[in-house]
C-alpha cells in the first residue's frame, strides 16, 4: 500500500493496522513528508533488516544472483524528451502546419461564406497554437542539449527513458537493481539508478553484498546484460566468483563464420591454434578503450583451404586482452554449470514480480532519485518482511526485533 490518502484511511478503518500504529490516525500530507524527510533513515532501517537477517542465520548461504528491471516514474512518456523524439515532434508539427496551409489555400479559392470564414478562422488559430508549441519545443531541446546524457524529463527531472525486454517498447522510470541470496531468496542489497544499462553495475552491487554478509569469498550469478571485462576482473580482484554468459556479439559468427571461440588459446606459447591447424603468433600490443590487447594471427591464411570461412581480408586477426584467462574462467564455470541460468531466473525475477504487483501499474509515487531510493528501500524492507515471517512466523520475528 503506497498511498498516503489510502493509508489514512486505512488507519481508521483497518484493524491490523490500528494495532500497529496503536491507534494514531495521521493524516496524507504527514504520511507523506515523513517519507519525504526521512529517506536516509528508511534506507538504514531497510540495511539494519537485512543484518538482523543475517544474525538470525537467514543468509548463510555466499550465494546471490544479481539483475535489474524497469520501474515507472512519475512522468509519462509524452513529458520526456531526447534528440529523437524533438525531431520527430518537430516533423509532425510541421507536417500540420503543411496541411492546414494547404486547406487555406483551398478556402481562398472558394466562393466566401460564414461558414468558410469560421473554417479559416479555426485553421488559423491551429497554425497559431502550432507555433507557440514549436517555441516550446526549441526551449525544451535547449533544456536537452545542455543536459549531460542529452535527455530531459518535465515532471520527474530525474527520470529517464529506458529500452525495456519488448522489442521497440521502453519505460520513462528508474533502473533498480536487487542482489538476491539463493537459498531464502532475501534482498540482501538495492539500488536505484537512472542509467538504463546494468553493464557498469555488476561490481557495485556484488562488492556491497560481500560487505554486508562480512564473508571472505561470494559466488554471484547475473544475465548477459552484465558482462563487461572491467566490472568481472573488480569482482575477481574482490574474491567474488562471477558467473554470467557472454554476449554474442560477433559479426563473423553472424555471417556464419568461424568465431573467436573456434580459436584454441594455447598458453604454454602464447599462440592461438586455428580451426584449420595453423598457429597464429602474437605479434604486437595495443591500447583500445583503456584496455590492454594483444593481437595474433599467422601469414598462412592466404592459401588456406577453409579461408571463406574464417575471414574475407588478408588473415584473420585474434584479440586477446590481458586479463582475458578472467573472462576464459568465466565461461568454464558457466560450461561446468549450465543451471546457473536457471537458478538466477527462479531467484531474482520472483522478487521483482512480487514488488511490481504490490506497486501496481503506477510503480513509483514520489519524484526524483533520492526520494524514489527511499520508497524502494520501503518496498524492499516489506518484501523481505514478508519472506522472514514466512520463513520463520511472525512471533520469533517479533521477538529477534525487541531483542
Not at 26 to 43: C, E, L, Q, V, Y
Request: proline share 3%.
Amino acid at each position: 500500500m503506497q498511498s498516503s490518502r489510502r493509508l489514512e484511511r486505512e488507519a481508521a478503518r483497518n484493524v491490523e493496522l490500528m494495532w500497529l500504529t496503536g491507534r494514531l490516525v495521521p493524516d496524507h500530507k504527514t504520511i507523506a513528508d515523513f517519507r519525504k524527510d526521512n529517506g536516509s533513515a528508511i534506507r538504514q532501517v531497510c540495511t539494519r533488516f537485512v543484518a538482523l537477517c543475517r544474525e538470525l542465520g537467514l543468509l548463510s548461504s555466499a550465494s546471490v544472483a544479481i539483475d535489474g528491471s524497469k520501474f515507472k516514474a512519475v512522468n509519462n512518456r509524452d513529458r520526456n524528451f531526447t534528440r529523437a523524439k524533438i525531431e520527430r515532434r518537430r516533423a509532425q508539427i510541421e507536417e500540420s502546419v503543411a496541411r492546414y496551409l494547404q486547406q487555406l489555400d483551398t478556402a481562398d479559392r472558394q466562393e466566401p461564406s460564414d461558414g468558410l470564414a469560421a473554417k479559416t478562422t479555426r485553421l488559423k488559430q491551429k497554425i497559431a497554437k502550432l507555433g507557440e508549441q514549436m517555441n516550446r519545443l526549441a526551449v525544451i531541446e535547449a533544456q536537452m542539449l545542455a543536459a549531460p546524457d542529452q535527455q530531459v524529463s518535465l515532471t520527474d527531472p530525474d527520470a529517464r527513458s529506458m529500452a525495456t525486454s519488448g522489442r521497440g517498447s521502453g519505460v520513462v522510470g528508474y533502473n533498480v537493481q536487487v542482489a538476491v541470496e539463493t537459498e531464502h531468496h532475501l534482498i540482501i542489497a538495492h539500488g536505484v539508478t537512472n542509467v538504463g544499462s546494468d553493464r557498469a553495475q555488476l561490481s557495485t552491487m556484488a562488492i556491497f553484498v560481500k560487505a554486508v554478509l562480512a564473508t571472505e569469498k561470494l559466488d554471484a550469478v547475473a544475465d548477459r546484460g552484465y558482462f563487461s571485462s572491467e566490472e568481472i576482473l573488480a569482482c575477481e580482484q574482490a574474491g567474488i566468483t562471477v558467473t554470467l554468459p557472454k554476449p554474442m556479439t560477433s559479426g563473423a559468427k553472424a555471417d556464419g563464420r568461424f568465431g573467436k571461440q573456434d580459436f584454441i588459446y594455447r598458453p604454454e606459447s602464447d599462440t592461438y591454434r586455428c580451426p584449420g591447424g595453423e598457429t597464429l603468433t602474437y605479434r604486437f600490443t595495443t591500447m583500445e578503450n583503456g584496455l590492454t590487447l594483444r593481437r595474433y594471427w599467422t601469414n598462412a591464411c592466404q592459401g588456406c583451404s577453409i579461408r571463406a570461412r574464417c575471414t574475407s581480408a588478408k588473415e584473420r586477426r585474434i584479440t586477446r586482452w590481458e586479463h582475458e584467462h578472467v573472462l576464459e574462467a568465466v565461461q568454464r564455470r558457466l560450461d561446468e554449470n549450465p543451471q546457473a541460468m536457471r537458478v538466477r531466473r527462479e531467484t531474482v525475477e520472483h522478487p521483482f514480480g512480487t514488488m511490481k504487483a504490490r506497486m501496481g501499474a503506477a510503480h513509483f509515487l514520489m519524484k526524483t532519485l533520492p526520494r524514489v531510493a527511499s520508497e524502494m528501500a520501503l518496498h524492499v524492507l516489506a518484501y523481505n518482511l514478508t519472506r522472514v515471517m514466512n520463513i520463520m512466523g511472525s512471533k520469533p520475528l517479533l521477538a529477534a526485533i525487541r531483542a
